[in-house]
Protein backbone atom coordinates (compact mmCIF):
# COMPACT_ATOMS: atom_id res chain seq x y z
CA UNK A 1 0.00 0.00 0.00
CA UNK A 2 1.44 3.92 -0.41
CA UNK A 3 1.68 6.29 1.64
CA UNK A 4 -1.77 7.48 3.71
CA UNK A 5 -3.17 10.15 1.95
CA UNK A 6 -5.55 12.82 4.06
CA UNK A 7 -8.11 14.11 2.26
CA UNK A 8 -9.27 17.83 3.67
CA UNK A 9 -12.14 16.87 5.84
CA UNK A 10 -9.75 14.45 7.10
CA UNK A 11 -7.63 16.43 9.13
CA UNK A 12 -9.12 15.86 12.87
CA UNK A 13 -8.06 12.21 12.21
CA UNK A 14 -4.49 12.91 10.47
CA UNK A 15 -3.50 15.30 13.84
CA UNK A 16 -4.58 12.51 16.12
CA UNK A 17 -2.66 9.64 14.15
CA UNK A 18 0.36 11.92 14.08
CA UNK A 19 0.00 11.94 17.78
CA UNK A 20 0.10 8.44 18.24
CA UNK A 21 3.36 8.10 15.54
CA UNK A 22 5.06 10.75 18.39
CA UNK A 23 4.19 8.21 21.69
CA UNK A 24 5.02 4.97 19.35
CA UNK A 25 8.27 6.39 19.32
CA UNK A 26 8.76 7.70 22.29
CA UNK A 27 7.92 4.05 23.49
CA UNK A 28 10.30 2.49 21.73
CA UNK A 29 12.80 4.73 23.50
CA UNK A 30 11.74 2.69 26.64
CA UNK A 31 8.94 4.65 27.96
CA UNK A 32 5.36 3.44 28.27
CA UNK A 33 2.39 5.12 26.88
CA UNK A 34 0.73 2.08 26.32
CA UNK A 35 -2.35 3.97 28.25
CA UNK A 36 -2.39 6.58 26.11
CA UNK A 37 -2.26 5.12 22.53
CA UNK A 38 -5.04 2.97 23.61
CA UNK A 39 -7.20 6.36 24.25
CA UNK A 40 -6.03 7.72 21.09
CA UNK A 41 -6.56 4.62 18.68
CA UNK A 42 -10.08 4.66 20.20
CA UNK A 43 -10.89 8.27 19.73
CA UNK A 44 -9.58 8.37 16.28
CA UNK A 45 -11.49 4.95 15.14
CA UNK A 46 -14.63 6.81 16.73
CA UNK A 47 -14.00 10.12 15.20
CA UNK A 48 -13.23 8.12 11.51
CA UNK A 49 -16.69 6.66 12.17
CA UNK A 50 -18.65 9.62 12.76
CA UNK A 51 -16.68 11.82 9.95
CA UNK A 52 -17.19 8.76 7.26
CA UNK A 53 -21.02 8.52 8.16
CA UNK A 54 -21.65 12.06 7.81
CA UNK A 55 -20.19 12.82 4.29
CA UNK A 56 -21.44 15.06 1.89
CA UNK A 57 -21.86 14.47 -1.18
CA UNK A 58 -19.14 16.67 -1.99
CA UNK A 59 -16.91 14.76 0.29
CA UNK A 60 -17.90 11.16 -1.23
CA UNK A 61 -16.74 12.40 -4.53
CA UNK A 62 -13.52 13.09 -3.05
CA UNK A 63 -13.30 9.68 -1.79
CA UNK A 64 -14.05 7.98 -4.68
CA UNK A 65 -11.38 9.81 -6.71
CA UNK A 66 -8.69 8.81 -3.90
CA UNK A 67 -5.32 7.86 -5.39
CA UNK A 68 -5.04 4.76 -2.57
CA UNK A 69 -8.38 3.79 -4.13
CA UNK A 70 -8.22 0.33 -5.59
CA UNK A 71 -8.50 -0.41 -9.05
CA UNK A 72 -9.55 -3.00 -11.24
CA UNK A 73 -6.04 -5.01 -11.38
CA UNK A 74 -6.17 -4.51 -7.46
CA UNK A 75 -9.88 -6.05 -7.88
CA UNK A 76 -8.55 -8.80 -10.08
CA UNK A 77 -5.52 -9.95 -7.47
CA UNK A 78 -7.62 -10.52 -5.10
CA UNK A 79 -10.89 -12.30 -6.42
CA UNK A 80 -9.46 -14.13 -9.93
CA UNK A 81 -7.21 -16.30 -10.08
CA UNK A 82 -5.44 -17.17 -13.74
CA UNK A 83 -5.70 -14.13 -15.48
CA UNK A 84 -4.69 -13.79 -18.87
CA UNK A 85 -4.70 -10.07 -20.09
CA UNK A 86 -6.17 -9.84 -23.87
CA UNK A 87 -4.63 -6.63 -25.69
CA UNK A 88 -5.97 -4.50 -28.21
CA UNK A 89 -8.96 -3.42 -30.33
CA UNK A 90 -7.69 -5.29 -33.71
CA UNK A 91 -8.22 -1.93 -35.47
CA UNK A 92 -5.94 0.53 -34.09
CA UNK A 93 -4.27 -0.25 -30.81
CA UNK A 94 -4.24 -1.00 -27.22
CA UNK A 95 -6.19 1.36 -24.91
CA UNK A 96 -4.26 1.03 -21.42
CA UNK A 97 -7.21 2.67 -19.96
CA UNK A 98 -9.13 -0.20 -20.15
CA UNK A 99 -7.86 -3.87 -19.14
CA UNK A 100 -9.51 -7.55 -19.76
CA UNK A 101 -8.89 -10.96 -20.20
CA UNK A 102 -10.17 -14.18 -18.96
CA UNK A 103 -9.96 -15.23 -15.56
CA UNK A 104 -11.30 -17.64 -13.06
CA UNK A 105 -14.05 -16.58 -10.34
CA UNK A 106 -14.27 -19.38 -7.72
CA UNK A 107 -12.66 -21.59 -9.87
CA UNK A 108 -15.07 -20.70 -12.85
CA UNK A 109 -13.76 -19.44 -15.68
CA UNK A 110 -14.88 -15.30 -16.61
CA UNK A 111 -14.48 -12.52 -18.70
CA UNK A 112 -13.37 -9.62 -16.36
CA UNK A 113 -12.80 -6.15 -17.90
CA UNK A 114 -12.50 -2.61 -16.36
CA UNK A 115 -10.84 0.84 -16.32
CA UNK A 116 -7.30 1.53 -14.84
CA UNK A 117 -6.24 4.29 -13.69
CA UNK A 118 -2.17 5.08 -12.48
CA UNK A 119 -0.94 5.84 -9.35
CA UNK A 120 2.18 7.77 -9.87
CA UNK A 121 2.76 10.26 -12.72
CA UNK A 122 3.76 7.47 -15.04
CA UNK A 123 1.34 5.49 -14.57
CA UNK A 124 -1.18 8.25 -14.45
CA UNK A 125 0.05 9.34 -18.09
CA UNK A 126 0.16 5.30 -19.15
CA UNK A 127 -3.30 4.81 -18.07
CA UNK A 128 -4.32 8.01 -19.59
CA UNK A 129 -5.54 8.44 -16.26
CA UNK A 130 -8.05 6.33 -16.51
CA UNK A 131 -9.91 8.04 -19.53
CA UNK A 132 -10.53 5.51 -22.51
CA UNK A 133 -9.86 6.50 -26.05
CA UNK A 134 -12.42 4.50 -28.73
CA UNK A 135 -10.08 2.17 -28.77
CA UNK A 136 -10.89 1.29 -25.65
CA UNK A 137 -14.65 0.82 -25.83
CA UNK A 138 -13.72 -1.33 -28.97
CA UNK A 139 -11.58 -3.47 -27.22
CA UNK A 140 -13.60 -4.21 -24.06
CA UNK A 141 -16.67 -4.94 -26.82
CA UNK A 142 -14.43 -7.56 -28.39
CA UNK A 143 -13.72 -9.08 -25.06
CA UNK A 144 -17.75 -8.80 -24.74
CA UNK A 145 -18.31 -11.03 -27.78
CA UNK A 146 -15.43 -13.35 -27.07
CA UNK A 147 -17.28 -14.12 -23.62
CA UNK A 148 -20.46 -14.80 -25.67
CA UNK A 149 -19.26 -16.87 -28.05
CA UNK A 150 -17.68 -19.22 -25.31
CA UNK A 151 -20.71 -18.46 -22.64
CA UNK A 152 -18.49 -17.21 -20.01
CA UNK A 153 -20.30 -14.67 -17.43
CA UNK A 154 -19.13 -10.98 -17.79
CA UNK A 155 -17.61 -9.03 -14.45
CA UNK A 156 -16.70 -5.15 -15.00
CA UNK A 157 -15.25 -2.70 -12.87
CA UNK A 158 -15.94 0.68 -13.38
CA UNK A 159 -13.95 3.96 -12.61
CA UNK A 160 -13.45 6.32 -14.77
CA UNK A 161 -13.52 10.24 -14.72
CA UNK A 162 -15.62 9.69 -18.30
CA UNK A 163 -14.77 8.84 -21.63
CA UNK A 164 -11.21 10.97 -23.21
CA UNK A 165 -12.62 14.42 -24.79
CA UNK A 166 -9.21 14.79 -26.95
CA UNK A 167 -9.68 15.61 -30.65
CA UNK A 168 -7.64 12.00 -31.76
CA UNK A 169 -10.77 10.38 -30.03
CA UNK A 170 -13.00 12.36 -31.60
CA UNK A 171 -11.77 11.69 -35.14
CA UNK A 172 -11.37 7.43 -34.19
CA UNK A 173 -15.00 7.76 -33.64
CA UNK A 174 -15.34 8.64 -29.30
CA UNK A 175 -19.23 8.40 -29.42
CA UNK A 176 -20.13 5.79 -31.88
CA UNK A 177 -17.57 3.64 -30.00
CA UNK A 178 -19.77 3.89 -26.65
CA UNK A 179 -22.92 4.13 -28.63
CA UNK A 180 -22.17 0.27 -29.90
CA UNK A 181 -21.03 -0.98 -26.92
CA UNK A 182 -24.08 -0.03 -25.05
CA UNK A 183 -25.90 -1.52 -27.88
CA UNK A 184 -24.29 -4.65 -28.15
CA UNK A 185 -24.10 -4.90 -24.16
CA UNK A 186 -28.01 -4.46 -23.67
CA UNK A 187 -28.37 -8.17 -26.23
CA UNK A 188 -25.66 -9.87 -24.90
CA UNK A 189 -27.26 -13.46 -23.83
CA UNK A 190 -24.17 -14.15 -21.18
CA UNK A 191 -24.69 -12.78 -17.25
CA UNK A 192 -23.26 -9.24 -17.09
CA UNK A 193 -22.36 -8.34 -13.55
CA UNK A 194 -21.11 -4.29 -13.04
CA UNK A 195 -19.33 -3.13 -9.81
CA UNK A 196 -19.32 0.91 -9.97
CA UNK A 197 -15.50 1.19 -8.05
CA UNK A 198 -14.69 4.88 -7.91
CA UNK A 199 -16.01 7.35 -10.35
CA UNK A 200 -18.66 6.13 -12.98
CA UNK A 201 -18.29 9.42 -15.29
CA UNK A 202 -21.07 9.46 -17.83
CA UNK A 203 -21.00 7.42 -21.11
CA UNK A 204 -17.40 6.80 -20.40
CA UNK A 205 -18.59 4.75 -17.66
CA UNK A 206 -21.64 3.68 -18.99
CA UNK A 207 -20.33 1.85 -22.26
CA UNK A 208 -18.81 -0.87 -20.04
CA UNK A 209 -21.99 -0.87 -17.26
CA UNK A 210 -24.87 -2.36 -19.10
CA UNK A 211 -25.74 -5.25 -16.92
CA UNK A 212 -28.15 -7.38 -15.63
CA UNK A 213 -26.99 -6.40 -12.23
CA UNK A 214 -25.01 -3.35 -10.93
CA UNK A 215 -23.24 -2.96 -7.75
CA UNK A 216 -22.00 0.08 -6.12
CA UNK A 217 -19.62 0.68 -3.38
CA UNK A 218 -20.68 2.77 -0.55
CA UNK A 219 -18.75 5.85 -1.21
CA UNK A 220 -18.47 5.89 -4.64
CA UNK A 221 -20.39 8.01 -7.51
CA UNK A 222 -22.15 7.78 -10.65
CA UNK A 223 -23.17 10.79 -12.99
CA UNK A 224 -23.90 12.00 -16.41
CA UNK A 225 -20.81 14.50 -15.62
CA UNK A 226 -18.22 15.43 -13.05
CA UNK A 227 -19.64 17.92 -10.31
CA UNK A 228 -16.84 20.40 -11.44
CA UNK A 229 -17.66 20.01 -15.37
CA UNK A 230 -21.92 20.66 -14.33
CA UNK A 231 -20.55 23.66 -12.32
CA UNK A 232 -18.49 24.99 -15.37
CA UNK A 233 -21.54 24.82 -17.37
CA UNK A 234 -24.28 25.60 -14.93
CA UNK A 235 -22.47 29.07 -13.60
CA UNK A 236 -19.77 28.84 -16.02
CA UNK A 237 -17.76 28.30 -12.63
CA UNK A 238 -16.00 25.21 -12.54
CA UNK A 239 -14.68 25.65 -8.84
CA UNK A 240 -18.50 25.67 -7.73
CA UNK A 241 -17.92 21.57 -7.40
CA UNK A 242 -19.44 21.16 -4.35
CA UNK A 243 -22.67 23.13 -4.84
CA UNK A 244 -23.00 21.07 -8.25
CA UNK A 245 -22.44 17.44 -6.05
CA UNK A 246 -25.56 18.40 -3.89
CA UNK A 247 -27.25 19.24 -7.50
CA UNK A 248 -26.41 15.94 -9.04
CA UNK A 249 -27.06 13.66 -6.04
CA UNK A 250 -24.50 11.40 -7.63
CA UNK A 251 -23.66 9.04 -4.48
CA UNK A 252 -24.80 5.35 -4.12
CA UNK A 253 -27.33 6.25 -1.66
CA UNK A 254 -29.21 8.70 -4.20
CA UNK A 255 -28.49 6.38 -6.82
CA UNK A 256 -29.98 3.49 -5.57
CA UNK A 257 -33.52 5.55 -5.30
CA UNK A 258 -33.60 5.49 -9.11
CA UNK A 259 -33.02 2.19 -9.43
CA UNK A 260 -29.62 2.64 -11.38
CA UNK A 261 -27.96 0.09 -9.55
CA UNK A 262 -28.78 -2.98 -7.20
CA UNK A 263 -26.76 -2.73 -4.25
CA UNK A 264 -24.46 -0.75 -2.30
CA UNK A 265 -21.65 -2.59 -1.32
CA UNK A 266 -19.80 -0.92 2.24
CA UNK A 267 -16.47 -0.49 2.21
CA UNK A 268 -14.02 -0.61 5.39
CA UNK A 269 -14.60 2.14 7.82
CA UNK A 270 -12.49 5.28 6.55
CA UNK A 271 -13.28 4.26 2.77
CA UNK A 272 -11.80 1.41 0.48
CA UNK A 273 -8.12 2.95 0.06
CA UNK A 274 -7.90 2.19 3.85
CA UNK A 275 -8.17 -1.66 3.28
CA UNK A 276 -8.14 -2.89 -0.87
CA UNK A 277 -8.40 -6.80 0.62
CA UNK A 278 -11.39 -5.86 2.63
CA UNK A 279 -12.80 -4.60 0.07
CA UNK A 280 -12.62 -6.90 -2.57
CA UNK A 281 -13.72 -9.61 -0.59
CA UNK A 282 -17.23 -7.08 0.47
CA UNK A 283 -17.36 -6.70 -3.43
CA UNK A 284 -16.70 -10.86 -4.22
CA UNK A 285 -18.87 -11.49 -2.26
CA UNK A 286 -22.07 -9.80 -3.84
CA UNK A 287 -20.73 -10.77 -7.01
CA UNK A 288 -21.11 -14.54 -6.33
CA UNK A 289 -24.55 -13.55 -4.78
CA UNK A 290 -25.62 -12.29 -8.00
CA UNK A 291 -24.22 -14.53 -10.28
CA UNK A 292 -25.72 -17.35 -8.70
CA UNK A 293 -29.10 -16.11 -9.45
CA UNK A 294 -28.18 -15.06 -12.60
CA UNK A 295 -26.83 -18.28 -13.93
CA UNK A 296 -30.41 -19.74 -13.08
CA UNK A 297 -31.69 -17.76 -16.11
CA UNK A 298 -32.00 -18.71 -19.95
CA UNK A 299 -30.34 -16.76 -22.61
CA UNK A 300 -33.69 -15.23 -23.62
CA UNK A 301 -34.37 -14.25 -19.94
CA UNK A 302 -30.83 -12.24 -19.25
CA UNK A 303 -31.38 -10.15 -22.07
CA UNK A 304 -35.53 -9.54 -21.74
CA UNK A 305 -33.91 -9.01 -17.04
CA UNK A 306 -31.53 -6.52 -18.56
CA UNK A 307 -33.95 -4.59 -20.67
CA UNK A 308 -36.76 -4.15 -18.19
CA UNK A 309 -34.06 -3.11 -15.89
CA UNK A 310 -33.00 -0.01 -17.48
CA UNK A 311 -36.36 0.59 -18.49
CA UNK A 312 -37.18 0.80 -14.87
CA UNK A 313 -34.72 3.37 -13.89
CA UNK A 314 -35.78 6.71 -12.77
CA UNK A 315 -38.76 8.28 -10.94
CA UNK A 316 -41.15 10.72 -12.58
CA UNK A 317 -43.44 13.01 -10.84
CA UNK A 318 -46.19 15.37 -12.83
Not at 117 to 144: C, H, I, S
Request: proline content about 4%; glycine content about 10%; charged content about 25%.
Amino acid sequence: MAATVYMEFEKPIAELEKKIEELRGLTSGGMDFSGELEALEKKVETERIDIFNNLTRWQKAQVARHINRPFTLDYIKYLFTDFSELHGDRNFGDDHAIVGGLARFDGQPVMVVGHQKGRDTKEKVYRNFGMPNPEGYRKALRLFQMAEQFNLPIITFVDTPGAYPGIGAEERGQAEAIARNLREMASLTVPIIVCVTGEGGSGGALAVAVGNRVLMLEHSVYAVISPEGCAAILWSDGTKGQQAAEALKPSAQDIIQLGVIDEIVHEPVGGAHRDHEATAMAMGSSIRRHLAELQQMTPEQLVEDRYQKFRAMSRFTE
